[in-house]
Structure formats: C-alpha cells, structure tokens
C-alpha cells in the first residue's frame, strides 16, 4: 500500500535518540525519505542502516557553520524538504538563582537558535516551490513554566514567539508551521538532563513514549494544525494557567519545591 508521505522528503534534527529516532522510523514507514540529523554519526548510521529511506546527514545545531553545510549538503543532493522538523534540545533541572549564564546560554544556544538554524536555510526553497510544512518541537513548559525549569522553560517560551511570527510572514506562501508540546517523555532525555542546585521534587503523572509523540508529529505534518498539547495534564495545566495563573503558581510550587534539600 501506498504511504502517507510517499514521493515526501523529511527532515528531523535530533535524531539519534528518543523522539527523532522514533519520529524518523515512523516517517519512513509511511514512505517517506527522511533526513535525519545529529551529532553522533554511528548512531545516525545505525539508524540508516534499518531503512534504506533514512539518509543520515551528520550536524550540530549549536554550531551555525555545521548547519548550514548540513543545509547546502541536502539542497543540493535531495532538494527542499516538504516537512522540517526542529526536534533537538537539551534540557536543564536548576531552580532560577541556580541557572548560571553559561547554562541559559547553552539552552538557548541548542533549543532556540537552533531551530532558527534548522528552519530558515529550507524557507525560501519553501516558498518558491508554494508547499511546506514546518513543525516545532516544543514542550508544555513553554506554555506554563514550572519550578526548576527556569531555561529550559526560556529557551521553548521563546519557539511558540517564533511559531507566532512566523504564520503571519508566511501568509499565502503554501508553508504552514505547527508547534507540538509533549509533557514528559520516556527517552534519553531525562538521563541527560544537565542538573545546578537541589533536584526539582519529580511529580509525573503519565509519561509519553517516543513513539507517541512520533504518532502526533506524523499527524500534525499531514494537517495545517497551529499548535497540539499532548498530555491530558497539559492541557489542563495550561487551561487553569488562563482562567487562574494565580492558583496555578500555588499548585506548582507545593508539587514541584524541595524547601532546603540538596542533590
């Protein structure tokens, strides 16, 4: 049977674990040829080497020059994506007065200019072809930040800003931009998350798996959706962030606050 994404090239950064990983098998499964982008060549080998559809191309998105020799590399080998999807991130578990400048600026460095990196190469190719589909991997912090998360809460804050600036730029090119904000996920991320000060008190209802979120990517990339919150807690928390932020500051730091414990 005929794929869903047949005849579709796609591009995912963060590939080489969790959600990217994930996200590309599903791509490809649909028939897809998927660009899958990482800092780690074996295991984007490793990767390619369970599907002939999955291209690895080897980059950094905290690195300007590699990313935009990963960008010339597959203009000019595949062509202009149909789909771009700025997955990679690092996160960070320090309270605000713990959050030194290095680490708010490595966030930033990975999370936020690194989707800028991924996305603007493609865009004009984009727009001259009239077609195209961006998708931001956000989080739900970025849409309510919680104790602990004072960077990485920043650096996905500051994609939904990107998101809405670039709907109205793009209006009537035929390239739409979609933001998926998981909760909590089961992948590598947790085991390399970067940690200062005391550990936020872990407080998870129900964790995704990667697959999951693969699921929900797949869908949003074959719809014009703005913007899909996957975790019913999600949503909850950031309904009752609208209608009483006051309430919601109270919840999160009674759940979320360690008064005087260190690592």
């Known amino acids: 049977m005929p794929g869903r994404f047949d005849g579709k090239l796609v591009l995912i950064t963060g590939a080489s ?9 599903a791509f490809a499964a649909q028939g897809a040829t998927v660009v899958v982008v990482a800092r780690s060549w074996q295991k984007l080998a490793e ?13 950094d998105v905290a690195d300007g020059a590699s990313m935009e020799a990963m960008a010339a590399r ?39 200019l690194g989707v800028l990196r991924t996305v603007r190469p493609f865009l004009p190719g984009m727009i001259a072809r009239g077609s195209g589909r961006i998708l931001l991997v956000s989080s739900v912090v970025g849409k309510r930040g ?18 809405d600036c670039l709907r109205p ?12 904000c998981p909760s909590s996920t089961t992948t590598e991320f947790q085991a390399n998350l970067r940690t200062a000060g005391p550990a936020q008190n872990k407080k998870r209802l129900k964790r995704h798996s990667a697959e999951s979120v693969a699921e929900a990517l797949v869908s949003m990339a074959g719809s014009t959706r703005r ?3 996957l975790s019913l807690e999600g949503k909850a928390m950031a309904l009752l962030d609208t209608l009483a932020p006051w309430l919601m500051d109270f919840v999160l730091g009674r759940v979320f606050m360690r008064h005087g414990e260190e690592r």
């Open 47 to 59: 990767l390619a080497a369970s599907d002939r559809r999955i291209v690895p191309v080897a980059a």
């Open 17 to 25: 674990q969790g959600i990217g990983h994930a996200s590309a098998r």
């Open 169 to 180: 730029e793009l209006h009537g090119s035929g390239v739409t931009v979609g933001i998926v």
């Open 74 to 112: 597959v203009l000019a080998e595949r062509g202009v994506p149909h789909v771009v999807i700025a997955n990679a991130g690092i996160g960070l578990d320090a309270r605000f007065q713990d959050t030194s400048d290095a680490a708010m600026r490595e966030l930033l460095e990975v999370n936020t």
């Open 146 to 163: 919680i104790p602990h998360y004072t960077a990485y809460s920043a650096s996905k804050f500051a994609l939904h800003g990107m998101a």
């Open 227 to 229: 913007e899909r919150i």
